[in-house]
């Protein structure tokens, strides 16, 4: 099988404009959470999706946002950007909701000017 | 909410050595560690996992041990190859909060 896939792998993007990030699952996988990995927070969880509907959130405003379709595919927004939100976004996929295993892709490193 | 703590932050070794990487976490309901191994450029791979009703879990040259009581679990890699170095995470997740809390990394040098 395939492993999870992020596009694009790197986005330049200038302060207070939005960007949109897309990750397509491991096929047959219907969960997808997003991680934001930065050197000095570490790895943090930022939502997870199941269903197209958003299961679970952690502690990043509301700028931050996503979404998931019928093909299990998710996409999460960032909106008015900052120089902090500067990271690397991971997104993993797992068979099933809440599951314990996940999978992650490359993921996608965003620089904000 | 669950905290994870993973010490050493660096771990230089020598090629064959061992190496062993500690986490601890605060949350008595969590349930499920999972181990990462991330190389530059590259997403965390899971090498190993082990849930609470286990205390050892071993695969190949790694292992997974988990003292439930003091609230600790260790990665050992024994004969370490060049190939080894890398960022290790562990993780953590409780049926309540249901997310995986991730330590802050060691990062894994073996000298040849």
């Known amino acids: 099988k395939a492993g999870v896939t992020q596009t694009p792998r790197y986005l330049i993007k200038t302060r207070g404009q939005q960007v949109t990030l897309s990750c397509s699952p491991i096929?047959?996988?219907?969960?997808v959470s997003w991680y934001q990995q930065t050197p000095g927070q570490g790895l943090q969880f930022l939502f997870e999706?199941?269903?197209?509907?958003?299961?679970n959130k952690g502690n990043f405003p509301g700028r931050f946002s996503g979404r998931q379709f019928s093909n299990s595919r998710s996409e999460m927004n960032v909106s008015t950007l900052e120089l902090g939100d500067s990271a690397l976004y991971l997104c993993?996929?797992?068979?099933?909701?809440?599951?314990?295993?996940?999978?992650f892709g490359p993921g996608t490193r965003l620089t904000v000017l | 909410g669950e905290n994870v703590e993973q010490h050493p932050s660096t771990l230089s070794v020598q090629e064959g050595d061992s190496a062993v990487i500690k986490c601890t976490y605060s949350d008595s309901a969590s349930n499920y560690f999972p181990w990462y191994k991330q190389e530059l450029g590259k997403g965390p791979q899971l090498i190993i996992d082990?849930?609470?009703?286990?205390g050892e879990k071993k695969d190949q040259r790694i292992a997974v041990t988990l003292n439930k009581t003091a609230k600790h679990f260790s990665l050992h890699i024994t004969e370490t190859q060049p190939e080894d170095s890398a960022v290790y995470f562990c993780a953590a997740r409780s049926t309540g909060f249901q997310k995986l809390v991730f330590g802050t990394g060691t990062r894994l040098l073996v000298s040849p």
């Open positions: 082990i849930r609470s009703n286990v």
């Open positions: 096929s047959g996988h219907r969960s």
């Open positions: 993993a996929s797992s068979p099933e909701r809440g599951g314990d295993t996940q999978y």
């Open positions: 999706y199941f269903s197209e509907t958003q299961r």
